[in-house]
C-alpha cells in the first residue's frame, strides 16, 4: 500500500526528497511518517505528520527536514535538507490506521562524506 522512492547518493550537505505514494486516500491514515534504519542499529522514527496536519520530528533531523503532504497526490514527502554522512540508512515510509501499521519498502540514502 507504500511505495517509497527518492533514495540516492548524495554528499554532505545536499538534499534530497523522499517520497511516499499511498495505494488510497491520505485520510485514512491517522498517521503518516518516516523511519530510518542504519547499518548495525535499529529502526528509529525520522518524523511524522498526524491526520490533523501536527509534525514530530526526531532531535537530529529537527531544522533539516521537513515532513509533508499533497493529498490529491496521495502522497507523503521527506525533504532532507543539509545532509550529514550520519543521515545515510534506509528510509521506510510508514503508515498507521487504528491499530494497524503499514510499512513501505526502504529506500537507500547514502550521505558521502
Known amino acids: 500500500q507504500l511505495q517509497a522512492s527518492g533514495g540516492g547518493l548524495v554528499q554532505t550537505g545536499g538534499s534530497l526528497r523522499l517520497s511516499c505514494v499511498v495505494s488510497?486516500?491520505?485520510?485514512?491514515?491517522?498517521?503518516m511518517g518516516w523511519y530510518r534504519q542504519a547499518p548495525g542499529s535499529q529502526r528509529e522514527l525520522v518524523a511524522y505528520i498526524t491526520s490533523g496536519g501536527n509534525t514530530v520530528y526526531a532531535t537530529s533531523v529537527r531544522g533539516r527536514f521537513i515532513i509533508s503532504r499533497d493529498f490529491p497526490k496521495r502522497t507523503v514527502y521527506l525533504q532532507m535538507n543539509s545532509l550529514k554522512p550520519e543521515d545515510t540508512a534506509v528510509y521506510y515510509c510508514?503508515?498507521?490506521?487504528?491499530?494497524?501499521?503499514?510499512w513501505g519498502q526502504g529506500t537507500l540514502v547514502t550521505v558521502s562524506s
Open positions: 488510497g486516500s491520505l485520510t485514512s491514515f491517522d498517521v
Open positions: 510508514h503508515a498507521r490506521r487504528s491499530s494497524s501499521d503499514y
